[in-house]
């Protein structure tokens, strides 16, 4: 297939008539809860030029006006694929939505949006909690300082939204676990396409998009970043410079993140001890890890552990 024929191909598939407007709220259960990563709501909807907005009736939770804002209990994800629009939070300031962008609701965070009055548009959106969700939101895959993403007219992503309305409406037996796995999808589709697409027309975004892929692979490894830059390739010093950049932090620091990162995890969540938990996260030794631990955080691994326990031992008392 040539290059045009296929984007032909894309754009003819984004142009399918859609079914009409149409949400759904679930009802959770213990058993999705469980599974550790579950829908609450599912939805699509065309906005007119000049249409009122939203232009259905909503629960009483979740009705949207731009004057009001809303707080939502859950994550959202909202994929514009028509038109444009605007968006702003309590940790955002306003900023304009086209087509092809996407962006997160998070819980306890006042937000509001709309379309352009003269253009409408076109939005899907899935929302979603559970521990697995709140795991990958807490580990830095998604950014709330952070929360659009253009992603552009990707026909992946919006089969996979049809998929998720389509199964939700039919509603058989067992359709929450399997619409918590395309839920799954979508969040996978669209940190790939933020992290590894976004500089396709930005050689040196590019590469430092490879830089980062790279270290996130191999984060209990030792970093060599001279080695680093002439794997991708690149000079060492314009790839420091470069990558600070993009990412606001020095290559360095950007992999120690990593490591902590994953040893707050580890701690958290594992029955690992310390030297355990040391070694997992390639730490040459429990006194280096322990000491450059309570560096960064203000308390030791022990303590972290101990507050984590209890935070948990809170909520499940609640």
């Not at 754009?11 to 079914?19: D, E």
């Not at 994953?262 to 322990?290: C, H, M, P």
């Amino acid at each position: 297939m040539t290059a045009w024929y296929a984007r032909y191909a894309d754009i003819a598939y984004l142009s399918l008539p859609m079914f009409p407007n149409y949400f759904k709220y679930l009802n959770i259960t213990p058993v999705e809860e469980r599974w550790g990563i579950y829908v609450t709501s599912v939805g699509y909807s065309k906005i007119e030029p000049h249409d009122h907005y939203p232009n259905q009736q909503h629960p009483q939770s979740h009705e949207l006006t731009w004057n009001r804002g809303r707080i939502l209990n859950d994550f959202y994800l909202v994929f514009i694929s028509k038109g444009k629009g605007v968006y702003a939070s309590a940790l955002t300031e306003s900023c304009d939505i086209i087509a092809g962008n996407c962006f997160f609701l998070y819980p306890g965070v006042l937000h509001r949006y709309k379309p352009d009055s003269k253009s409408g548009w076109e939005e899907y959106w899935v929302g979603l909690n559970g521990f697995y969700v709140e795991q990958l939101m807490q580990n830095g895959f998604f950014d709330s300082q952070n929360p659009i993403t253009y992603i552009g007219l990707d026909k992946d992503i919006l089969v996979l939204f049809r998929e998720l309305i389509e199964i939700t409406r039919a509603s058989l037996p067992g359709y929450p676990q399997q619409i918590a796995g395309i839920a799954l999808r979508i969040l996978g589709l669209v940190n790939e396409i933020s992290h590894h697409r976004q500089y396709s027309n930005d050689p040196v975004g590019k590469l430092i998009a490879k830089a980062r892929f790279i270290i996130q692979e191999s984060f209990e490894n030792t970093l060599d970043v001279e080695k680093l830059a002439d794997e991708l390739p690149m000079g060492y010093s314009s790839f420091r410079k470069a990558f600070k950049q993009i990412t606001g932090e020095s290559p360095h620091q950007y992999h120690l993140n990593l490591r902590l990162n994953r040893a707050k995890e580890l701690l958290s969540s594992t029955l690992l001890n310390i030297n355990e938990v040391a070694d997992q996260t390639g730490f040459e030794s429990v006194f280096y890890f322990s000491k450059l631990f309570k560096n960064k955080t203000g308390v030791s691994p022990k303590a972290f552990r101990a507050q984590a326990q209890s935070a948990n031992d809170g909520e499940h008392s609640a």
